[in-house]
Each structure stands twice: as C-alpha cells, then as structure tokens.
C-alpha cells in the first residue's frame, strides 16, 4: 500500500459498518472552486419608503452581492433618508468589485428618496453605468375608488 492510499478503517459499535475516513494529506487535496470573475451586469436599486436595497447580479441574473440601508447600520426613519440609501449602494459596490464588477445596467425602482443618491453611490465607487431603467411599477386605472361619502 502506499503513501497516498492509506486510509483509517473504523466500525460502528452499533451497525458493524466499516466506515473508511481520508487521511489528512487527503484532505487537503480538496479545493474550493475559485471565485468568478463578473466584470458587467445588471445593478438593482429598490427605493422604498422605508429603506433601500441594492443588489447587483451577473448576466444570468444571480445576485453575487447585496446591501440595505437596515444592514448599513441605519435604523428605525433613518433606514429611508438619501445618505444611507449612498452607504448601501457604496457596500454593494464594494462587495461586488470583489467578483471584478465593473460596469453594469442600472434598474430602479420605487418612489423613495434613495433613488438618485444611490446612484451617487455606485459612480462613487467606481462602477461604470452604461443605462438607467425605471422600472417602477405604475397602474394603469389604480385601485377602486372609495365610495362617495352620505351624510
């Protein structure tokens, strides 16, 4: 037998199965797969009334980084103001320069007051814009009216 092949050989008390364990040198042969590099995508920007969510994914639409205002440290009206919606888009950003991000298509949606400065945010950290899309929801006939009030 050799080096390379050696393995601990054990029996459970109760089943009587041998169970074979790798060897320490075995163990570290095993290898994480490397990161991908992403270098364009899409940028998602989620401006609420109550917070901001930035969330950046690679061509195939898998988000590979995130951040909110909540998860920026912000709490409580603080979470919906334009300077946190800027922190939640810069620790995206940088999450995301990890993959190699670089350039990307911006998607916003909502009505919040984060809209614009989260796009400060990303142009701060360097990510190149290549388009913004407005993709927020607007109704065609709104909900149903409320009936006219009798008095």
């Given at each position: 037998m050799t080096e390379e092949t050696k393995t601990t050989t054990t029996t459970t008390a109760a089943t009587g199965a041998a169970v074979t364990e790798p060897t320490a040198e075995e163990k570290k042969a095993v290898r994480r797969n490397k990161r991908k590099t992403v270098v364009s995508g899409a940028v998602y920007v989620q401006a609420g009334f109550n917070n901001t969510i930035v969330s950046f994914a690679d061509a195939d639409g898998k988000v590979i980084s995130w951040a909110t205002s909540g998860s920026c440290g912000f709490k409580g009206s603080k979470k919906a103001t334009p300077y946190a919606a800027q922190m939640a888009a810069e620790a995206a950003a940088e999450k995301a320069k990890a993959y190699g991000f670089e350039r990307g298509d911006v998607y916003v949606k909502g009505v919040?007051?984060?809209?614009?400065?989260?796009?400060?945010?990303?142009?701060?950290?360097?990510?190149?814009?290549?388009?913004?899309?407005?993709?927020?929801?607007?109704?065609?006939?709104?909900?149903?009216?409320?009936?006219?009030?009798?008095?």
């Amino acid at each position: 037998m050799t080096e390379e092949t050696k393995t601990t050989t054990t029996t459970t008390a109760a089943t009587g199965a041998a169970v074979t364990e790798p060897t320490a040198e075995e163990k570290k042969a095993v290898r994480r797969n490397k990161r991908k590099t992403v270098v364009s995508g899409a940028v998602y920007v989620q401006a609420g009334f109550n917070n901001t969510i930035v969330s950046f994914a690679d061509a195939d639409g898998k988000v590979i980084s995130w951040a909110t205002s909540g998860s920026c440290g912000f709490k409580g009206s603080k979470k919906a103001t334009p300077y946190a919606a800027q922190m939640a888009a810069e620790a995206a950003a940088e999450k995301a320069k990890a993959y190699g991000f670089e350039r990307g298509d911006v998607y916003v949606k909502g009505v919040g007051h984060g809209r614009e400065q989260a796009l400060r945010g990303l142009i701060a950290q360097g990510i190149t814009i290549l388009k913004i899309v407005d993709t927020t929801p607007v109704p065609h006939n709104g909900c149903r009216q409320p009936r006219t009030r009798r008095v």
